[in-house]
């Protein structure tokens, strides 16, 4: 099976990287924004034309969620335009496409997990191009999936685990939001569960929507707190409601995802965000950015 990761320098394509040697059915090809920028189309279908990929992962994105609002023109060409980009193509030259979304793309109004079917209602342009790339790829692919993840970190690139570190380390005390809830999600368990979905062979036909996080439910307060004692820094979280912290992007007060459809379709099990949490820890004072 041929494989075609983009975006593959970010935080989820170097996991995929990672763990992708213990998949040996999957022949995987990696590139970034220097090899293959997915906004240019021609550059697009020159080169999948020549790849005959069974499946391309799109783990390009823009993710500077408050940058977004000023930079809604780049914003909305790598998060919309270009995801319209590879569903045009996943039709044209008949390869499956999997886009990562995320839990921004609901209006956290809720009070039970969001699941695939529930309205999305995006409240930042980070979150409205991410939304709309949904509706461009469920128009234009003919197979494929759409992920929504939330709240990523990992040992790569930046992240809050690596910010909370820093802070904690530099300060007695922080403070941290504790009235939006939602679930940690470590890049490593999304790409391992990626990995076994396209070794495995079972992707259904059409284009489907499914939503992976880490198990349980926390706020960011509780993630900082977490992070703090699993490394055992001496800081003090001091927890502060959303209007003490202001962001130029709004955020969802409640993204918790439900993620039934995803464990009972390809029968995967997930981990408890505080044990993946704890995982990912231990790496990372090892791990170095490298990437080959
Ligand atoms: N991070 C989160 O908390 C989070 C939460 C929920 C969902 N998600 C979604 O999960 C996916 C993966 O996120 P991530 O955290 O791994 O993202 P990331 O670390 O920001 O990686 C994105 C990668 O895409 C590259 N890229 C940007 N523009 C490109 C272009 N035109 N062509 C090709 N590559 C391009 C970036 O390069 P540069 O760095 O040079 O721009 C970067 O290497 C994204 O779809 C994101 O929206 C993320």
């Not at 823009?62 to 060409?77: N, P």
């Not at 570190?165 to 939602?182: H, P, W």
């Amino acid at each position: 099976m041929k494989i075609l990761i983009t975006g593959a320098k970010g935080q989820l394509g170097r996991s995929i990287h990672k763990h992708a040697p213990l998949f040996t059915s999957l022949d995987i090809t990696y590139t970034d924004v220097e090899d293959l920028d997915i906004t240019d189309m021609p550059a697009l279908e020159k080169y999948l034309s020549a790849g005959n990929y069974d499946y391309v992962v799109n783990c390009a994105a823009y993710t500077a969620v408050d940058k977004a609002e000023e930079d809604d023109v780049k914003a909305f060409l790598i998060n919309t335009k270009a995801v319209e980009n590879l569903s045009v193509l996943s039709k044209n030259l008949n390869f499956g496409l999997i886009h990562i979304s995320t839990d921004f793309i609901f209006d956290g109004f809720h009070y039970k997990p969001y699941v695939e079917s529930d309205k999305p209602g995006p409240r930042s342009i980070y979150a409205t191009t991410k939304a709309r790339a949904e509706e461009v790829m469920l128009a234009n692919a003919l197979n494929g999936l759409i992920i929504r993840t939330s709240w990523l970190y990992s040992e790569f690139g930046h992240n809050f685990v690596k910010t909370i570190i820093r802070y904690a380390t530099e300060r007695d005390s922080l403070n941290i939001v504790c009235d939006q809830t939602g679930t940690p999600t470590y890049a490593g368990d999304l790409a391992e569960t990626l990995l076994i979905i396209l070794s495995n062979k079972k992707i259904p036909e059409g284009v489907h929507i499914y939503h992976y996080s880490n198990e349980g439910t926390a706020s960011w307060f509780d993630f900082a707190k977490a992070i703090v004692s699993l490394s055992e820094i001496d800081c003090t979280i001091e927890p502060i409601p959303t209007e003490a912290y202001p962001l130029p992007a709004k955020r969802p007060y409640y993204s918790v995802l439900n993620t039934s459809k995803i464990k009972n379709d390809f029968g995967i099990s997930i981990p408890y965000w505080r044990d993946s949490l704890a995982a990912c820890l231990k790496l990372l004072p090892k791990e170095t950015e490298g990437f080959s």
